[in-house]
C-alpha cells in the first residue's frame, strides 16, 4: 500500500531532550516536506526536500533540522525542545514539487 | 504565514444539500490544492487545478479558479454525513506549499 509512515504517533518529552519523529515514504517520491498544525493557524511548513541531500526552509524552521540521505526517509529533529514546539505534525511527499501530497497520520507533540 | 484564507470558517448543512467553501488567495499562483482532514488526521488529497485551468470535477466535487480575482471555490453536491470534515485550500508557488486556516464542514444527517 502506497503511504507515507510516521512514527511515533504520540510523544510526551521534556524540554532539552533530543528527539526524532521518522518519516518514511514507499512510492518513490522526490518531494517531501514537514508541517505543524496549530489551531487556527493551518499547517505551516517546517522544512521541505526537493530530492536527496537537498533540503531548505519552510517558514517556521527554527528549533528543527531535518536530513535527507536516503530518498525514502526524511526525519524531523528536534535538538532541544521546547513547549511552544507543542504541536501536530505531519510529514507529506509528492512525486514532484507542485504535485499532489500525500500525507503521514501525523504525530501529536507534547513538550512539557 | 498563509497564502490561502477559506471562507466561511464553519459550514453546518443537512445531508442531501450542497456545500460550497471558498478560498482567497494573494499572489500568482502555480496551481490550488483541495484537501479533507478528519479531525486530527491527516491530510487527504482531494483535487488539484493548475493555474492555467478554470473549472475541475471529480465526483460530487466541483472546484472553479478565477485567478484574476485570485479565488476559488469547492462545491460539494448532494452531501452526506461522511463529508463531515475540515477542508483546506493549499496553493503552489515553485516549492512552497501554503495551506489556509480551512473551512469546518458539519453534516448533519
Known amino acids: 500500500e502506497a503511504q507515507v509512515t510516521q512514527n511515533p504517533r504520540y510523544l510526551i518529552t521534556v524540554t532539552g531532550k533530543k528527539l526524532t519523529v521518522t518519516c518514511s515514504q514507499n512510492?518513490?517520491?522526490?518531494?517531501m516536506s514537514w508541517y505543524r498544525q496549530d489551531p487556527g493557524l493551518g499547517l505551516r511548513q517546517i522544512y521541505y526536500s526537493m530530492n536527496v541531500e537537498v533540503t531548505d526552509k519552510g517558514d517556521v524552521p527554527e528549533g528543527y533540522k531535518v536530513s535527507r540521505k536516503e530518498k525514502r526517509n526524511f526525519p524531523l529533529i528536534l535538538e532541544s525542545p521546547s513547549p511552544n514546539q507543542t504541536s501536530l505534525y505531519f510529514c507529506?511527499?509528492?512525486?514532484?514539487?507542485?504535485?499532489?501530497?500525500?500525507f503521514g497520520s501525523g504525530t501529536r507533540l507534547t513538550v512539557v | 504565514s498563509q497564502q490561502g484564507e477559506e471562507d466561511p470558517q464553519a459550514l453546518s448543512i443537512q445531508e442531501g444539500e450542497n456545500a460550497t467553501m471558498n478560498c482567497s488567495y494573494k499572489t500568482s499562483i502555480n496551481n490550488l490544492q483541495w484537501y479533507r482532514q478528519n479531525s486530527g488526521r491527516g491530510l487527504v488529497h482531494l483535487i488539484l487545478i493548475r493555474s492555467n485551468e478554470r473549472e475541475k470535477h471529480s465526483g460530487r466535487l466541483r472546484v472553479t479558479l478565477d485567478t484574476s480575482k485570485k479565488s476559488s471555490s469547492l462545491l460539494i453536491t448532494a452531501s452526506r454525513a461522511a463529508d463531515t470534515a475540515s477542508y483546506f485550500c493549499?496553493?503552489?508557488?515553485?516549492?512552497?506549499?501554503?495551506f489556509g486556516a480551512g473551512t469546518r464542514l458539519t453534516v448533519k444527517p
Open positions: 493549499a496553493t503552489d508557488i515553485f516549492h512552497d506549499m501554503r
Open positions: 507529506a511527499s509528492s512525486l514532484a514539487s507542485g504535485d499532489g501530497y500525500t
Open positions: 512510492m518513490n517520491h522526490e518531494y
